[in-house]
Nanobody, 122 residues
Framework: VQLQASGGGLVQAGGSLRLSCAAS????????MGWFRQVPGKEREFVAA????????FYSDSVKGRFSISRDNRKNTVYLQISCLKPEDTAVYYC????????????????WGQGTQVTVSS
């Protein structure tokens, strides 16, 4: 099973992007999926997560109201719509598959994509 993230790019402050994460394998729909981000020199931080059945979504306080996570289990894809972007949102964004543990804890995720760079200019 692999995760392939895409959709990053350079955008002006206030702009929007939609990140995608495509998963191979048949069990995608069984798992909670999450997005994290990381800047050089800092720990990877939780951004958002969505339960396997889309009923529950979770967001960090820093992105709540601006970012929206969704998924399409028929397409084995999870999305992150990021809006009202700020320069401090600049980071590499990673999608991940959650195993056991708290959804905000990066150690609870057992499979990671390669990351996609989001750069927000002021």
């Amino acid at each position: 099973v692999q995760l392939q993230a895409s959709g990053g790019g350079l955008v002006q402050a206030g702009g929007s992007l939609r990140l995608s994460c495509a998963a191979s394998g048949r069990t995608f729909g069984d798992y909670t999926m999450g997005w994290f981000r990381q800047v050089p020199g800092k720990e990877r931080e939780f951004v958002a997560a969505i339960s396997w059945n889309e009923i529950q979504t979770f967001y960090s306080d820093s992105v709540k109201g601006r970012f929206s996570i969704s998924r399409d289990n028929r397409k084995n894809t999870v999305y992150l719509q990021i809006s009202c972007l700020k320069p401090e949102d600049t980071a590499v964004y990673y999608c991940a598959r959650k195993g056991a543990g708290t959804y905000t804890n990066r150690l609870a995720y057992d499979l990671w994509g390669q990351g996609t760079q989001v750069t927000v200019s002021s």
